[in-house]
C-alpha cells in the first residue's frame, strides 16, 4: 500500500502561483497514475489533472489548462502540480490520489489518497 502526503498549500494573490508536492512511502510512485483533485468549500470533489505512468501522459481539466502543469520526480518519488496564474476560484483543498489502471475521471477509481493540502485565492 502507498502512503502519499501532500504539501506546498498557503495563502496567495491572485496572480500568484504555487507548487504542491505529492510524496509516496510504501511503494515506487512511478507504478502509479496519479492524480490531483480538489474540493472547494460546499462543493463536489473535482478531477484536476493527472499523469500517466506510460510515457508519463498529463491530462487537465479545462478550467485549468495552460496555467497548471503536473510533472513527476521518480527520483524523488515525488508528483508535483505547478499552479501559475492562480485565480479565487483554484481556491480549495488539494489531494493527490493513485490508480493502477489509467487516470480516471472518477473518485471511487483511486485506490490511495493524501490528506490534502488547502490552497487559498485571495482576490
Known amino acids: 500500500q502507498v502512503q502519499l502526503v501532500e504539501s506546498g498549500g498557503g495563502l496567495v494573490e491572485a496572480g500568484g502561483s504555487l507548487r504542491l508536492s505529492c510524496t509516496a512511502s510504501?511503494?515506487?510512485?512511478?507504478?502509479?497514475?496519479v492524480a490531483w483533485w480538489r474540493q472547494a468549500p460546499g462543493k463536489d470533489h473535482e478531477g484536476v489533472s493527472c499523469?500517466?505512468?506510460?510515457?508519463?501522459?498529463?491530462y487537465y481539466t479545462d478550467s485549468v489548462k495552460g496555467r497548471f502543469t503536473i510533472s513527476r520526480d521518480s527520483a524523488k518519488n515525488t508528483v508535483y502540480l505547478q499552479m501559475d496564474s492562480l485565480k479565487p476560484e483554484d481556491s480549495g483543498v488539494y489531494y493527490c490520489?493513485?490508480?493502477?489502471?489509467?487516470?480516471?475521471?472518477?473518485?471511487?477509481?483511486?485506490?490511495?489518497w493524501g490528506q490534502g493540502t488547502r490552497v487559498t485565492v485571495s482576490s
Open positions: 490520489a493513485v490508480v493502477s489502471r489509467r487516470c480516471s475521471e472518477h473518485m471511487t477509481n483511486y485506490n490511495s
Open positions: 510504501g511503494r515506487a510512485l512511478s507504478e502509479y497514475n
Open positions: 499523469i500517466s505512468n506510460i510515457n508519463d501522459g498529463t
